[in-house]
């Protein structure tokens, strides 16, 4: 901009807004303005301002305050809009995940307890409790490379006792899942009987393995008789080992069913429940309501700011952990227009985020999705990857987790040979 009066104009091509009409210049006859800050309305002291007017009934149905709250993330700088405060920013943030302990157990509120103890009686006063490990990443342990840093959060579900239990001769344990998939994390309960036998069943037009249920028998065979089945079933402590020990009331599924099958039924129809709140009822933090964003889940880039992608569970290999990662300067990530994909990183990026989930143990290693999608093997070099081996994040690696190298060279080298010699790698 040149001199007093130079001004760029931020230009819109929303239907019926004029962006040619002459750009209001400030009254040279008023001295007024904020006091000690403004004269003539220009600044007194050196410096850039920046001032953004949306006319609504111009633009749109543009809400800028709900997408500014979509997308801010750790900001350097305070934001505000209309005088207020959005968000923290990233030093305010990462202070508070600092002044958190690195492992802390939480357990349920009292109401939840209550809803325990009435869905799973068996063990009651055996409550779960939660498990919450906070990691920086802005540690120098973890200063993989200048411009990354970030957090990692993991829950875990522990019981004072094995949340184990028997009805009659048929064992119970309790299985737990964290989702943090949704803008509010959950975790659910279901109790399992370890001795199942599956059998195939049709589902959908398609055969699959699943246990028999007893709501199922009902609705085939009639309430009735299945209802004087169980009557009879309920006398015996361990499964009936023959027809006659049960009698006529076995005759209309004789023909269908084992009795193994239809005896662990019953039992599971008592012992199979499900329970599932919001992770909220552990009264823990969470890093959404430190950074004071909702779009924090599971995984999340953000660059400078502002949130580039989330979401991105397929690395994941453990349910119940969000990581949020902040990229600085020159590692800018290529985006979808809508802002909520990433579709390119710098080889350097990816391979520095690698090394940090596979330390902390949250690679889908099984599958090795990340290295397949994320890292795209079939677009680099071998003159890249002696850069990537000689930098920072490669002396790093190779100082911390010396395997990965080795890991990672075989599958670029298997990736190479596909290209060059398709049929014979795959043999």
């Not at 006859?29 to 410096?47: L, S, T």
């Not at 995940?97 to 492992?103: I, L």
């Amino acid at each position: 901009m040149k001199g007093l009066s130079g001004y760029y104009m931020l230009k819109s091509q929303a239907e019926d807004h004029i962006f040619e009409s002459p750009l209001p210049m400030p009254d040279s006859g008023d001295a007024g303005g904020q006091a000690g800050v403004e004269r003539y309305g220009y600044r007194i002291k050196p410096g850039t301002s920046v001032l953004i007017h949306l006319a609504p009934e111009k633009l749109g149905a543009l809400d800028l305050r709900k997408t500014v709250k979509k997308y801010l993330c750790g900001a350097k700088m305070p934001v505000y809009y209309n005088g207020n405060r959005i968000r923290r920013t990233y030093s305010e943030a990462m202070q508070k995940v600092h002044e958190m302990p690195g492992e802390k157990i939480y357990e349920l509120d009292l109401e939840t307890k209550k809803r325990f103890d009435e869905c799973f009686s068996a063990i009651r006063g055996n409550y779960p409790k939660l498990v919450q490990t906070v990691i920086p990443l802005d540690t120098e342990e973890n200063q993989i490379l200048a411009g990354i840093s970030g957090v990692i959060v993991k829950h875990g579900i522990c019981f004072e006792h094995r949340p184990q239990w028997s009805a009659k001769d048929q064992i119970y344990e309790i299985k737990n899942f964290i989702d943090c998939s949704k803008t509010i994390s959950r975790v659910k309960f279901d109790s399992e009987n370890l001795r199942t036998t599956l059998v195939w069943i049709k589902e959908n037009g398609h055969s699959v393995l699943s246990p028999v249920e007893w709501k199922n028998l009902k609705a085939e065979y009639g309430f009735t008789k299945t209802e004087a089945l169980g009557e009879k079933m309920e006398t015996f402590e361990k499964c009936p080992q023959s027809p006659s020990q049960l009698g006529n009331v076995w005759i209309p599924f004789s023909k269908d069913l084992d009795i193994p099958i239809v005896w662990t039924a019953y039992i599971n129809d008592t012992n199979i429940k499900s329970l599932g709140f919001d992770i909220d009822k552990y009264r823990c933090m969470s890093l959404s309501s430190i950074f004071e964003n909702t779009q924090l889940m599971e995984m999340a880039y953000v660059y400078q700011g502002i949130i580039a992608d989330y979401g991105a569970r397929d690395y994941f290999a453990r349910d119940g952990s969000i990581a949020v990662f902040f990229l600085e300067g020159e590692w800018k990530p290529a985006v979808e227009a809508s802002r909520s994909k990433i579709v390119d990183l710098p080889l350097k990026v990816r391979m520095a985020i690698y090394a940090i989930l596979n330390k902390y143990d949250l690679l889908d290693t099984e599958h090795g999705r990340y290295i397949y999608k994320l890292i795209k093997w079939e677009l680099i070099t071998l003159e890249e990857w002696r850069l990537i081996r000689n930098s920072s994040v490669g002396q790093w690696i190779d100082r911390n987790q010396k395997k990965i190298l080795k890991k990672l060279y075989r599958v670029l080298r298997n990736s190479v040979a596909i290209l060059l010699f398709p049929v014979r790698a795959r043999l």
